[in-house]
Structure formats: structure tokens, C-alpha cells
């Protein structure tokens, strides 16, 4: 599976972008899908994930009621809608598919990776 995250961009805080991850097969619809940041200088961390099916998502309690993961099987898309925009939010975003329906907050749980899409909130 090949993933390409799009959608990042340049933002005030207060602001919102929403990030798309579209992979190159419809086989994608069979699996969980994450989306990860790193910010300069920092470890690779976990923003969110789904399930195979869009149930079961699970945050990041530093975007929790900020943050909204959702999929498109039909498209082969996941999206990541960010609101209220903090300068923490900053970082390069990565989407990652696992290998499995349900997968956890571990990067070590996925297998493919997309090639990130930058971030950057101003305060």
C-alpha cells in the first residue's frame, strides 16, 4: 500500500486545516490507519487512529475535542480535521496503514508510511 498525506499548510492559531491520506489500493479499506507528528527536534508521536470500518477512534490527549479522524472507504482516503490550531500542533504529519483492521497507538503497529505533509501554526 502507498500513501500520500496532503492538506498541510500555514495557519494562525485559532485556525483549521484538514489533512487527507489516500493510499493506492482499495484493499486500504481493510485496514487501521494512523496519523503521526514530529515536531523539529522531537520523537515521531501519536495524533490519532481508526478502525478498518471508521469505528473505534482514539486520540491523543493533546488534540482530543480538537481533532476528528474519519474515512472514506470508496475513496481509499482518511482524514484528519483540525480545529483550534495551537503552535504545538506544528510538525511534519505522517498517515501509517497497519497491517490489521484495529491497531494501536504505536507506530510500531503500522506498516506503511506516507511521506508527511508539513504543519505550521503561528501564534
Known amino acids: 500500500v502507498q500513501l500520500q498525506a496532503c492538506g498541510g499548510g500555514f495557519v494562525q492559531a485559532g485556525g483549521s486545516l484538514r489533512l487527507s491520506c489516500v493510499a493506492s489500493?482499495?484493499?486500504?479499506?481493510?485496514?487501521?490507519v494512523g496519523w503521526f507528528r514530529q515536531a523539529p527536534g522531537k520523537e515521531r508521536e501519536f495524533v490519532a487512529r481508526?478502525?478498518?470500518?471508521?469505528?473505534?477512534?482514539s486520540y491523543a490527549d493533546s488534540v482530543k475535542g480538537r481533532f476528528t479522524i474519519s474515512r472514506d472507504n470508496g475513496q481509499s482516503t482518511v482524514y484528519l480535521q483540525m480545529n483550534n490550531l495551537k503552535p504545538e500542533d506544528t510538525g511534519v504529519y505522517y498517515c501509517?496503514?497497519?497491517?490489521?483492521?484495529?491497531?494501536?497507538?504505536?507506530?510500531?503497529?503500522?506498516?506503511?508510511w506516507g511521506q508527511g505533509t508539513q504543519v505550521t501554526v503561528s501564534s
Open positions: 501509517a496503514a497497519a497491517t490489521s483492521a484495529y491497531s494501536g497507538s504505536s507506530s510500531t503497529s503500522y506498516r506503511y
Open positions: 489500493r482499495r484493499t486500504f479499506s481493510n485496514n487501521a
Open positions: 481508526i478502525s478498518w470500518n471508521g469505528g473505534q477512534p
